[in-house]
């Protein structure tokens, strides 16, 4: 016969199965929802749309705990701090649309190199072009790495929250690129963020300076202006996509690179 501190002890320990149970389905449905988010919201680039990534990317009753981080494959930043400059409205036009631009990034990883396009998105490659002139993008963290469904390290934002701006907004150009074949934005893609919430059309014409490097074909509707495509550096984002992503960050929603990068200085010029 089971006595009654025998019986107590089964039922707590079948209490304790179930909730571990129920525990353990939560943490496979969070982990399901996450990579569907991931592959499934192009808002999530946005800049400004931090409410929006962290409910969507978040949750979860417990979890598990994490394997250590992955050691930082790239190197310490150079000596300065991040832009603290906003303007009121956007630079007077000044690139020459017949001409060919270079942007070098040298980050902490190792070096990105760009080719511009002023012909196709003359306001945006001429608000690049100021702010780096403006040393608006040094000492500043590329604060996205999204792996999943979409592959993009986004940057230039000096506050490295995912809604820093210069105070001023460009309009979408180069929305039809023959490029964007059947709503992908092909690997080598440098392409605008903005707050367009696929909905209202007075959030379009939103981006600023926060830019993403398309390291692999990633699926996204034709909302965000390409603007340059990626001449050198694939095996430098390849390596920081390789180190992964923290787990979204609970206020601003992003989902950090564990490799530390950061943009010590950007230069763009004409040739």
Request: aromatic share 6%; hydrophobic share 35%.
């Amino acid at each position: 016969m089971v006595s009654k501190d025998q019986r107590r002890r089964q039922l707590a320990r079948e209490k304790f199965e179930r909730q571990q149970q129920r525990r353990s389905v939560a943490r496979r449905k969070t982990k399901r929802r996450n990579v569907i988010v991931a592959s499934a919201v192009a808002v999530a680039l946005a800049a400004g749309v931090a409410a929006y990534a962290s409910a969507g990317l978040t949750g979860g009753d417990e979890v598990a705990s994490a394997p250590p981080a992955p050691r930082n494959p790239c190197g310490a930043p150079a000596k300065g701090t991040p832009s603290k400059k906003t303007w009121k409205k956007e630079p007077a036009m000044s690139v020459d649309t017949s001409a060919s631009y270079a942007a070098k990034l040298s980050t902490t990883c190792g070096t990105i190199e760009l080719k511009l396009d002023p012909g196709k998105a003359p306001h945006t490659v001429n608000s690049f072009a100021f702010l780096a002139g403006q040393g608006y993008f040094d000492h500043s963290k590329c604060h996205r790495l999204v792996d999943a469904g979409i592959h993009v390290l986004q940057c230039g934002d000096p506050t490295a929250t995912g809604s820093g701006n210069p105070g001023y907004s460009l309009p979408d150009e180069n929305l039809k690129d023959p490029r964007l074949k059947g709503g992908v934005y092909p690997a080598g893609t440098v392409a605008m963020a903005n707050s367009y919430d696929g909905k209202d059309e007075k959030t379009r014409n939103s981006g600023g300076s926060q830019f993403f490097l398309v390291f692999q074909d990633s699926r996204l509707p034709p909302n965000y202006t390409p603007f340059g495509t990626i001449t050198g550096g694939m095996d430098v984002l390849r390596k920081i996509a390789d180190a992964g992503a923290m787990s979204p960050d609970p206020q601003t929603g992003n989902t950090a690179p564990h490799a530390r990068v950061v943009i010590d200085k950007a230069a763009v010029t004409k040739s």
